[in-house]
Structure formats: C-alpha cells, structure tokens
C-alpha cells in the first residue's frame, strides 16, 4: 500500500531557529513529489515540484530535497510569517490522477 | 485573475438535505478536482475531470456527484447530506501537460457541517 508520513506533526521554534521537517514514504512508483503549504482557513499554496532522487528547490527560506525514500524541506532563519501547515504530495506512476497527501506538518514560528 | 473560487464558504445542512458547491476557475484549465479534508487526515480525492463534460470518481467518491457542463466550472452535488459529510472541500485545477504532472491550483475551501 502506498504511504507517505511527515513529521513531527507539529513543530515550534524561535523566529530564526532553523529546522527540517521530513516526508518519508514507501510506494510502488514515484513520479513526483510536490510540497504545498496551507494557512489556517485556506486551500494548499503550491511551492515546489521535485522529480528525481538528488534534485533540490530553493524559494525565499526554503529548500527541498528528495532521496530515493524520503524528501526534507529545511527553513532557514523562518521568521513569524512562515507558520503555516506545509503538506507532502506523492505523485504516483500508476493512475493519471493519483496523488497521496500526507498529513502536514503545523509549523509555529514564534517572534 | 481570481484563480479558483469557490461558493458558498460556509454551510449547514441537516441530515438528507441537497446542496451543490460550485468552483470556477478562470486560467482555462482542462483538470479540474474536488477533494475533502477531515482533521488528522489528508486530502482525499472525491471526483475530478479531465475536461468539458467528463467526470470521474476519484478515492471517496460515495454520497456525491458532480457535473462539468462547462470548462471552468466544476459542481460538486451531496443528494442527502450525512453527518459523515462533515468536512472542509476544496476544489483544484490545473493544466494539461503531457510530460509531466502541472501543480494544481486550489481555491479557499467550503466548510461543510451536517447535523
């Protein structure tokens, strides 16, 4: 059965403070992995697309990374406005439609 | 450009009452999607189309139906609403591309609570 699972579920730090939240998962072909992030009240907000074991994103604070099992998205110095719940998406080889969402990760900067 | 909208942003229903949420998506999308979300869980697929007048059931698609009479539209319909519907919809899109899988852009979510 395929499954992705983040952690931690939540995670709290000082603004500053820099982490790495995780996305391991176990499938039975990877097309893709994608990483969105969601604020309270709202729908996911896409912010990158990897597509091969090796390969890297960076945007503003952020990076991700993608191993042949697992993916990691590091912050760098986050800053108040980077609390959000940022989500793990499985893009799978088998069904054109088929993608896993794991169950984010709640992040918490504090000032 | 508004993106994806959807209405209404919140609702009550009471057990085996209809309603239909809509979504409109103004960047000429063919994919469309309705997805919900429940705490501790995350987003399942419900239905989806790949374009005008085709649908198709995605991983919970019991209880539901819905209907692409035109490309940015996407209705998604509960014929008698349950408790077990509770929950947060979202409704994405995204563009057809055929070497590879396009991010999909989602709109602000409808709060669904049945009594």
């Known amino acids: 059965e395929d499954q992705v699972t983040q952690s931690p579920e939540a995670l709290r730090l000082q603004e500053g403070e820099s982490s790495s939240l995780n996305c391991s998962y176990t499938v039975s072909g990877l097309r893709g992995l994608f990483w969105y992030r969601q604020d309270p009240g709202k729908g996911p907000e896409f912010l990158f697309t990897?597509?091969?074991a090796g390969e890297e994103k960076e945007k503003e604070r952020l990076k991700a990374t993608l191993t042949k099992k697992e993916s990691f998205l590091h912050i760098t110095a986050p800053k108040p406005e980077d609390s959000a719940t940022y989500l793990c998406v499985l893009y799978l080889i088998q069904g054109a439609q088929k993608l896993v969402f794991g169950q984010g990760t709640r992040l918490t900067i504090n000032p | 450009n508004a993106g994806v909208t959807q209405t209404p942003k919140f609702r009550v229903l009471k057990t085996g009452q209809s309603m239909t949420l809509l979504c409109a998506q103004d960047m000429n999308h063919e994919y469309m999607y309705w997805y919900r979300q429940d705490p501790g869980m995350g987003l399942r697929l419900i239905h989806y189309s790949v374009g005008e007048g085709t649908t198709a059931k995605g991983e919970v698609p019991d209880g539901y139906n819905v209907s692409r009479l035109k490309k940015q539209n996407f209705l998604l319909g509960l014929e008698s609403a349950a408790p077990s519907q509770t929950s947060v919809y979202f409704c994405a899109s995204r563009a057809r591309r055929t070497s590879s899988f396009n991010e999909q852009f989602f709109g602000p979510g409808t709060r669904l609570t049945v009594l």
């Open positions: 990897l597509y091969s």
